[in-house]
């Protein structure tokens, strides 16, 4: 940040937040999808009805993953295997949960070569969703840089050397986009 304008640091550092913030999310929504091997994060999204509100499957249960295909559910409670259970059962995982009376076992079925190819799409779709996040997390700030340029607090070299700056932001957030993409690619075709 040593070569950017004190006046758009504010700006600058604003921007940084919002592209993390967007990779963070990246992340997290790849982490949810089921690639035919078992991960605790899978559940990460499900929120379970606890006592009148809707709380996350962590606070109400130890997840874990004795091998690659199985996820057991021990919740902490035993009076909320049944709503654990409902929750597993309504989620968007496509699993069947097995209940024992103590805990919940998801068995998670290996991916089709069709389904796959399918998965592949959708996290590109995901993945090209979250370059565009980032480019607009860019566009605000040249947008700011712009005015500052108007409203005489820049000058045009220094507006054009945020703007490089900016560029370069910008550019290393959508290869971390890239990098994700392939990881999680190479993590779905791998049988």
Known sequence: MSNIPAPVQPLFATAEAAMKKSIEKLRQEFAGLRTGRATGNLLDHIKVEYYGSHVPMKQVAAVSVPDGRTIEVKPWDIGSLAAIEKALRI???????????????????TLTEERRKDMVKTVRKIAEDFRVAVRNDRRVAMEGLKKGEKDKVLSEDQRKTAEGALQGLTDAHIK???????????????V
Do not use: C, W, Y
């Not at 971390?176 to 791998?190: F, G, P, S």
């Open 91 to 109: 989620s968007d995982l496509g699993l069947t949960p097995n209940n024992d009376g103590k805990m919940i076992r998801l068995v998670v079925p």
């Open 176 to 190: 971390q986009v890239d990098e994700a993409l392939a990881a999680k690619e190479k993590d779905i075709l791998t």
